[in-house]
C-alpha cells in the first residue's frame, strides 16, 4: 500500500525557516518524481515545486511565487521528500502535501494527509 | 502562471447529470491532452478521478467521464449521489519551467 506521511508543519515567524518532511513507502521512492501541492485555508490547490528521479537528472522546478525561498530535495536511501522553506512570508501559510507525480497518467495519483504551515506573528 | 478558471460552485439533485467547466490558455490546457481533476472532501486529501483529459483510474466510478475542446476542459458527474458532493479542481501541464497549474476549484453541492 503506498503511503506518504509529512510531518514537520507548525507556527513560525514571519521571515523564518522551516523544512517539511514526507516519508514514502509501497513504492519505488528513488524512481518517482515527486511534488509539493500547498491549500492556503479555505482555498484552492496551488502547485509549489517538484523533484525528478535521479536517474532522469534529479532537477528541480519551483512555482513563482516560491522561487528562490524555497528548496525541495530527496533522500532515497531514507525513501524521505523535503521542502525547505525560507524567508516565510504569511501568504505561506497553507496545508503542504506531498504527492507523487506518476509519469504514467500525467498526474498525481497519491497524496499523502498534509501537514498544516502557520507563519504569523 | 495563472491559474485556470472554474465555477465557484455547482448543484444537482440525485440522478442528475452535472458539469464542471475549467478553462484556461493556448500555454496550459489548449496545449497539451494532460488534463487532470482531483475530488477533495473536506479536511481530506486531493483523490485523483481523471487524467489526460479522459481517462479514469482504476477504481474510479465510470459516473466520472473527462473532455475537452480547445482551452476549456470539462469533468461530467453523471447519476449525481451524496458522496460525490466535494470540491473539484482541474489541473493542466503548462510547460517545462513551470509545469503544472490548478484549476480555482468547484464546490459541488447534491441538493
Known amino acids: 500500500e503506498v503511503q506518504l506521511v509529512e510531518s514537520g508543519g507548525g507556527l513560525v515567524k514571519p521571515g523564518g525557516s522551516l523544512r517539511l518532511s514526507c516519508a514514502a513507502s509501497?513504492?519505488?521512492?528513488?524512481?518517482?518524481?515527486m511534488s509539493w501541492v500547498r491549500q492556503a485555508p479555505g482555498k484552492g490547490l496551488e502547485w509549489v515545486g517538484r523533484i525528478k528521479s535521479k536517474t532522469d537528472g534529479g532537477t528541480t522546478d519551483y512555482a513563482a511565487p516560491v522561487k528562490g525561498r524555497f528548496t525541495i530535495s530527496r533522500d532515497d536511501s531514507k525513501n524521505t521528500l523535503y521542502l525547505q522553506m525560507n524567508s516565510l512570508k504569511t501568504e505561506d501559510t497553507a496545508v503542504y502535501y506531498c504527492?507523487?507525480?506518476?509519469?504514467?497518467?500525467?498526474?498525481?495519483?497519491?497524496w499523502g494527509q498534509g501537514t498544516l504551515v502557520t507563519v504569523s506573528s | 502562471q495563472s491559474a485556470l478558471t472554474q465555477p465557484a460552485s455547482v448543484s444537482g439533485s440525485p440522478g442528475q447529470s452535472i458539469t464542471i467547466s475549467c478553462t484556461g490558455t493556448?500555454?496550459?490546457?489548449?496545449?497539451?491532452?494532460?488534463v487532470s481533476w482531483y475530488q477533495q472532501h473536506p479536511g481530506k486529501a486531493p483523490k485523483l478521478m481523471i487524467y489526460e483529459v479522459s481517462k479514469r483510474p482504476s477504481g474510479v466510478s465510470n459516473r466520472f467521464s473527462g473532455s475537452k475542446s480547445g482551452n476549456t476542459a470539462s469533468l461530467t458527474i453523471s447519476g449525481l449521489q451524496a458522496e460525490d458532493e466535494a470540491d473539484y479542481y482541474c489541473c493542466s501541464y503548462a510547460g517545462s519551467s513551470t509545469p503544472w497549474v490548478f484549476g480555482g476549484g468547484t464546490k459541488l453541492t447534491v441538493l
Open positions: 493556448s500555454s496550459d490546457v489548449g496545449s497539451y491532452n494532460l
Open positions: 509501497g513504492f519505488t521512492f528513488s524512481n518517482a518524481w
Open positions: 504527492s507523487r507525480e506518476a509519469i504514467a497518467v500525467a498526474g498525481f495519483d497519491y
